[in-house]
């Protein structure tokens, strides 16, 4: 298959080219965006990507659906992106676009994942590939998994851990999409929204 990144996460970008290059299947290209919490993403996510493989960084939402359609893909994959892709864009791949979430969803769908799993006292850190629809977070489940969380886990070591979860995961999330399994839908039962922190939710050392 020919496969678009969209990520503004140079660990997700540098492993899923490794990954999808395993598994036979080919990056078309790379689209990312600037980051202003986070200025160095896009050198770094410049860094992630092997030569010969283009980078492109977004300017616009308008942009998206454009871009994506230049490259003819069959899918896309998703993870670490802040926009909210639309309809137009959803329907360019053949196959659809499929999101790496950093958790069990409909568990924590939303912005932040990894602050509200930390913040609920979780006991394992989980990780879902699924097909987006017009939802946050909420189209269909490819694969599913989770690793124990120890009581010295941090943001940082929790991104650690991704790289694991995915290798295992997607596999098995591409495999059904192939086969033309659109995957398991959702179930409102359990399901939660993981916003960004309130003001008042702070901590000033």
Request: hydrophobic share 40%.
């Amino acid at each position: 298959m020919r496969v678009v990144i969209i990520s503004m996460a140079p660990q997700a970008v540098e492993g899923y080219v490794q990954l999808l290059e395993a598994l036979g299947h080919e990056t078309a290209g790379v689209l990312t965006l600037r980051n202003s919490r986070r200025p160095e993403s896009v050198p770094e996510t410049i860094d992630a990507t092997p030569s010969g493989i283009d980078l492109v960084v977004v300017g616009s939402k308008e942009r998206m659906a454009p871009l994506l359609r230049s490259y003819e893909p069959d899918l896309a994959l998703c993870s670490g992106f802040v926009w909210k892709l639309d309809a137009e864009t959803l329907a360019v791949p053949r196959l659809g676009i499929v999101n790496g979430h950093p958790s069990l969803l409909p568990q924590w769908r939303g912005p932040n994942p990894f602050g509200w799993t930390l913040r609920s006292g979780a006991h394992d850190l989980g990780f879902t590939f699924h097909l987006m629809d017009a939802g946050l977070d909420t189209g269909p489940i490819l694969a599913q998994g989770s690793a124990p969380i120890t009581e010295d886990e941090t943001m940082s070591t929790l991104f650690d851990r991704l790289p694991a979860l995915a290798a295992d995961l997607l596999p098995k999330a591409l495999a059904r999409v192939e086969a033309g399994d659109r995957g398991d839908p959702q179930s409102e039962e359990g399901a939660s929204y993981a916003g960004l922190y309130e003001d008042e939710y702070a901590e000033i050392d």
